[in-house]
């Protein structure tokens, strides 16, 4: 007897995931999940070099100034309870030195269009619909950095307007790296500060957005995160406290789903070999000293040479 509906999920056969692979993520802070997962088995991986981005634009703009090499200048800043900030970033890179700021924007662009130009796949979670309108400036801002609202107007991305930018950005990133792979998800996390229908209206246009253009073009694809948290996880046992949030369970599940279809079964098995050495560095024993724990820590230690004799650039703390 079947408790629940299994979203069908095909297999990655000609570009799978392995430890060659150089991957990027950029997006929502579903992103940081599956990111934080990559380190965790030691992939090559970076995410979000400007933080959490949430909708489209955001995306683009980013992608946008770092193939073109924008520099960011103190024009580019403002100044907001005490702290510098950019509205391209998120404010996890804000900072009370401006100086600083500008380093560390800038040092991340060149960074970006490194790993853009490098990357095998990339990942791109997407959150919402909804965009934020600086009044003063009439563009349209990654964040708001607590600025009163009354210096926004809000707005829906229209079908048509997420379609148009996602084709944007996989054109910028096929002009420098022509044999990517780009995965398209959204985010299961759900933006009820925009109201329950405004959410759903929100994550359909995403998804149609992603699906006309994922129709016309070669090496795009789309995996149904956001459908394995609505259909398959259909329980609040899944969330956070908040009722928002996926929770750690759900988070397993959903990365068991993607690294069974996008990663190779070399590179599963390898996964299997750092998760035993991952989990023998976070063991704490009872006798540092017993003889029992010596012979551990000398066959915990020929395991991590012999990862790293196939993975040079894998490193254990």
């Known amino acids: 007897m079947n408790f629940l509906t299994q979203i069908p999920i095909k297999k990655e056969e000609r570009n799978p995931i392995n430890y060659d692979s150089k991957l990027l993520l950029i997006g929502s ?10 380190s965790y088995y030691k992939f090559q991986s970076n995410q979000n070099p400007f933080g959490i981005l949430f909708q489209p634009k955001a995306i683009e703009h980013l992608v946008t100034n770092a193939i073109n090499e924008k520099i960011y200048s103190q024009d580019d800043l403002i100044y907001q309870n005490e702290r510098w900030h950019c509205f391209d970033a998120h404010s996890s890179l804000s900072s009370a030195n401006k100086n600083e700021l500008l380093e560390n924007l800038n040092s991340a662009l060149r960074q970006t269009k490194k790993q853009l130009e490098e990357a095998t796949h990339i990942v791109i979670t997407l959150g919402t619909s909804w965009v934020y309108r600086f009044i003063e400036t ?21 079908v048509n307007e997420v379609s148009e930018i996602l084709e944007g950005i996989v054109a ?25 229908v405004e959410n759903t209206q929100s994550k359909s246009h995403l998804i149609s957005g992603i699906c006309s253009i994922i129709n016309s073009r070669n090496n795009i694809h789309y995996f149904p995160s956001y459908e394995i948290m609505m259909d398959e996880l259909r329980d609040y046992r899944f969330y956070n406290e908040d009722m928002i949030h996926p929770n750690t369970t759900a988070v397993n599940y959903i990365w068991n789903k993607f690294s069974s279809s996008w990663f190779s079964e070399e590179a599963q098995k390898t996964m299997q070999e750092i998760e035993t050495i991952q989990k023998g560095i ?8 017993s003889e029992q724990h010596q012979k551990f820590l000398k066959n915990l230690d020929l395991k991590i040479s012999e990862i790293q004799s196939k993975l040079p650039f894998v490193k254990f703390q």
């Open 29 to 38: 802070c579903f992103s940081e999940n599956i990111g934080e997962k990559l």
């Open 172 to 196: 910028l990133i096929k002009s420098v790296n022509s044999s990517v792979q780009i995965i398209f998800t959204v985010s299961p996390v759900r933006h009820l500060k925009d109201g329950f």
């Open 138 to 158: 009439d563009a349209i801002v990654a964040n708001c950095h607590k600025i009163p609202q009354k210096k926004f107007l809000k707005e829906l991305l229209s």
């Open 282 to 289: 976070s063991h704490r024993p009872f006798n540092e000293n």
